[in-house]
């Protein structure tokens, strides 16, 4: 039952996760920083100690009183995630939500299983899975083989985006996807995906916080919102800079109070999508405590993000006006991903 409840729940964080973009897309008259940096301030900074707050009551003492390890590589991580996520509203909005968004986790998941391994080879800690753990074991053996399988797909799904580019005109691409650019997208969508595999990271620097919130006779369940806290901090530091950086150059600052636009309608749009966004980890850490494995959990979310990040892109007819051969290949290569995930999930179960 409890790996059920955990399925559920990662099922809902996949959906908040592949869902929240959307209402982005209704707002109008702002430029995307405009837009990304108010949901983010939701996504960072109003939502994650709220949540906290309802779920675990005195959070902010377990902050305050956490080592400075924990600390300091939880906002690291989240830093160097804020790229990851900085980068995925480009990729997004370059790819489209179907092929962005494969691409994207695509990369999180396969990083996300080798960076930890490869990184405890040479700074060995008890428990932890190094890179020759992989190589000399039958779990090991197929995680890596769940990663190769992964990347497989991400060339199928890249493959699909070239023919897409070849088949539809400047017109019929602008109309699936507004600002459709291929080589822009990928290279975005790669640097995106390895960076977002941080998130994870952070969660296990944080993992201290967590403890200290079940000792204090907490609810397990959402142990993990004291640490999206301080991980978010880093997001946040991130996304702002470059937002503001980006609102000067294009001298968009006039977005947030310009009233030819439907500025209410804007700020609840953002907001609704900023919230959204951060439910994917509520659910997330809810998911975690039920399957108690972290490496699983993730592999997990990623497959269902994966999933209605593609049904969103064939509601909005990101794929229309293309063949049957780019539409098959895009499916097969959204599934070869998916099957790869579960497959990274299953070695890390065997593990168990």
Known sequence: MQVILGVIFHFIGGFASGSFYMPFKKIRGWAWESYWIIGGIFSWLIVPPLAAWLTLPG???????????????????????GFGGLTYGLAVRYLGMSLGNSVVLGFCSAFGALVPSIYYNYHPADGKTTFNDLIHTSWGQIVLGGVILC??????????????????????????????????????????????????FGIEAGKPMAAAAIARGLNPLYQNNVTYVVLLWGGLTTNLIWCVILNARNKTFKNYTDKLTPLKKNYLLAALAGTTWFLQFFFYGMGESKLG????????????????????????????????KTRTTII?????????????????????
């Open 59 to 81: 959070f902010s003492e377990i902050i305050k009183s956490a080592s400075g390890d924990a600390i300091k590589y939880t906002l690291l991580f989240g830093i160097l995630w």
């Open 151 to 200: 990347l497989l797909g991400i060339y199928i799904c890249g493959r699909a985006g070239m023919l897409k580019e070849k088949e539809l005109t400047a017109e019929e691409k602008k109309q699936s996807v507004t600002e459709f650019s291929l080589v822009k997208g990928v290279i975005v969508a790669v640097f995106s995906g390895i960076m977002s595999a941080c998130f994870n």
């Open 293 to 324: 494995n972290g490496a699983s959990s993730w592999i997990l979310h990623m497959a269902f993000i994966i999933l209605i990040a593609n049904m969103w892109g064939f509601v909005l007819k990101e794929w229309k006006g293309v063949s049957g």
């Open 332 to 352: 097969l290569g959204v599934a070869i991903i998916i099957a790869s995930v579960m497959l990274v999930g299953y070695g890390n179960y065997l593990k168990q």
